[in-house]
């Protein structure tokens, strides 16, 4: 099956047919540092990662690219808060994004251009579209009109003449309504106000709206039409329709072929906003929740439905990841158990198929997910054998290989154990060709200790136990004197 997806500009899944073969250039909408990001701004990142990963796993060279938005009114108002400056505002929450996203496991982009570092391209996009009269300036400013653009509104779907520039909360202070021909227009450029940043241009001291940025940066980075455009759904008007009329009146082509746009996070029913204040920092989340359980999280559902933030959700999340991390390490107890066979690097084709069938379409990361907890499952049965019923008939290269499409999978969803040494255990191959303590090398050891234990030399009696335990050998002290062991 191909991979089809939700494209908003048609409003219809779509077969994926990148520009180029093989190849995908994608962009999606960043911070604006002004503060750290919260859970929605999150979902937004791990979702678009989630494809990013998948695209890459289907064999296309993607290229990815992410801007932060460090000039923006929130950001000036933030450093007078912070008795402060924009660089040092921007900076900060630049950094603080790397180690919040990092800490989710989202693969850094390949450039994350910058508003304060496009000037130029922002410049040259704003005088082309005077030069082709979708542009006028006003008293320093400089504003796109939008009744130039017979396209307006294909995105959002949104008649201009009963359009309101309501969303993000980004709406022009009033103070530009006289300057406008059209109260739809929007600022492509504004005049310096005292005491704020700005740069030289043709229409005088100023600085960028937001829209303009990213067109420019799409420009800049990727070329005049590029395959994946995303963003969290309150993007879609104005700020994507706005990319769309800058772009596509300067260049003609379309901007992006597919259009994404993800689902929000709800706090009692209502969109998590910097704005309105209802929102939850990823980091202060990230302090009681591992990273790979609010992946998780965000994982079980669709990307464009919208998401309840609740304990209850996030704690059963939380659990899910313990079954599907143990179902992880158990990779140690096969390796231990015997040689890796090379069968066992073949993967499972058919949890392979419903995996990326439930990906192709619109990437269905619940069902997805199923897949996973089904080998996760088949994975916990096959240890529960080994360990307790101390069973030599099971399939192991056949485990192997469960264990390595699980791992596998994960990873295309950017589930993995980041913490060193939890994974795997340091277990090396003996001269004998299996891996690890031979059966009788433990049982000497075990008689060694039971002799320190007699001697009452606790000491080299736990040295034994701790050099067993680092070899994965776990010792079980029997009522009746007997110590039992099993490997794992
Ligand atoms: N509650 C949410 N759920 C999912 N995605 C969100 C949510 N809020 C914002 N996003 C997305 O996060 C990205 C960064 O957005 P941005 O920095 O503008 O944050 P914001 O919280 O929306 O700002 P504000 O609340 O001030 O409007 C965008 O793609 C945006 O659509
Ligand atoms: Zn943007």
Same mark, same amino acid.
């Given at each position: ?42 979902? &937004? ?20 690219? *992410? ?39 989202? #693969? ?14 922002? *410049?040259?996009?704003?005088? +082309? ?5 979708? $542009? ?14 017979? @396209? ?14 309501? $969303? ?47 067109? &420019? ?6 070329? +005049? ?9 309150? %993007? ?18 379309? %901007? ?19 704005? %309105?204040?209802?929102?939850? #920092?990823?980091?202060?989340?990230? /302090?009681?929740?591992?990273?790979? =359980? ?23 999340? +939380? ?6 991390? @143990? ?8 390796? /231990? ?5 090379? @069968? ?6 058919? $949890? ?5 069938? =439930? ?8 069902? $997805? ?24 008939? !099971?399939?192991?290269?056949?485990? *192997? ?6 791992? &596998? ?19 090396? &191959? ?12 433990? @049982? ?19 040295? !034994?136990?701790?050099? %067993?335990? /680092? ?18």
């Amino acid at each position: 099956m191909p991979l089809m997806l939700y494209n908003t500009l048609t409003r219809r899944k779509e077969r994926f047919e990148p520009i180029e073969p093989g190849k995908v250039r994608m962009y999606v909408c960043g911070i604006t540092a002004y503060n750290y990001f919260h859970v929605g701004n999150a979902r &937004a990142f791990v979702i678009f990662d989630v494809v990013r990963r998948y695209l890459m796993w289907r064999g296309y060279a993607v290229r990815y690219v *992410q801007n932060f938005t460090d000039i923006d009114d929130k950001i000036l108002k933030r450093a007078i808060a912070e008795n402060s400056t924009m660089e040092q505002i921007a900076e900060k929450y630049i950094a603080a994004y790397f180690e919040d996203s990092d800490r989710l496991n989202i #693969l850094r982009a390949d450039v994350y251009p910058r508003a304060t570092h496009t000037i130029d391209g922002i *410049q040259r996009l704003i005088h +082309e579209l005077e030069q082709r009269h979708y $542009a006028y300036a006003a008293n320093g400013d400089v504003y796109y009109a939008v009744r130039q653009f017979p @396209e307006y509104g294909k995105l959002s779907g949104r008649q201009l003449d009963d359009m309101q520039a309501g $969303a993000s909360g980004r709406v022009d202070v009033e103070e530009d309504a006289d300057k406008k021909k059209d109260p739809a227009d929007f600022a492509l450029w504004k005049a310096a106000k005292p005491g704020e940043p700005s740069w030289e241009s043709p229409w005088g001291a100023g600085r960028p709206g937001w829209h303009i940025e990213c067109s &420019a940066m799409v420009r800049d980075e990727l070329g +005049e039409s590029i395959d994946i455009h995303a963003g969290g759904m309150d %993007l879609t008007f104005p700020h994507h329709e706005n990319e769309i009329a800058q772009s596509e009146a300067v260049t003609g082509k379309p %901007l992006a072929r597919y259009w994404l746009h993800n689902g929000f996070i709800n706090m009692d029913g209502e969109k998590m906003s910097k704005s %309105l204040g209802n929102f939850r #920092l990823t980091r202060d989340l990230l /302090a009681n929740y591992d990273p790979m =359980a609010f992946r998780l999280f965000v994982l079980q559902a669709q990307y464009r439905k919208p998401i309840d933030f609740t304990s209850d959700a996030l704690d059963a999340a +939380e659990n899910g990841w313990k079954t599907l991390k @143990e179902a992880l390490q158990f990779g140690a107890l096969f390796v /231990a158990l015997t040689a890796w066979s090379p @069968e066992a690097d073949v993967l499972e084709q058919e $949890a392979i198929d419903r995996f990326n069938e =439930a990906m192709d379409d619109d990437f269905n990361t619940p069902i $997805a997910l199923s897949v996973l907890f089904e080998l996760a499952k088949d994975l916990h049965r096959g240890r529960n054998l080994i360990i307790h019923d101390q069973e030599r008939e !099971i399939p192991v290269t056949q485990l *192997q290989q469960k264990w390595h499409t699980f791992e &596998a999978l994960l990873k295309v969803l950017g589930l993995e154990v980041k913490e060193p040494g939890t994974v795997e255990l340091p277990i090396e &191959a003996n001269d004998t060709g299996t891996v690890g303590l031979t059966d009788g090398e433990i @049982e000497t050891l075990i008689q060694q200790r039971k002799e320190a234990r007699q001697s009452k030399n606790w000491a080299e009696s736990d040295r !034994i136990r701790n050099e %067993l335990q /680092a070899q994965g050998i776990t010792l079980i002290d029997q009522k009746d004197g007997v110590t039992r062991w099993h490997r794992g």
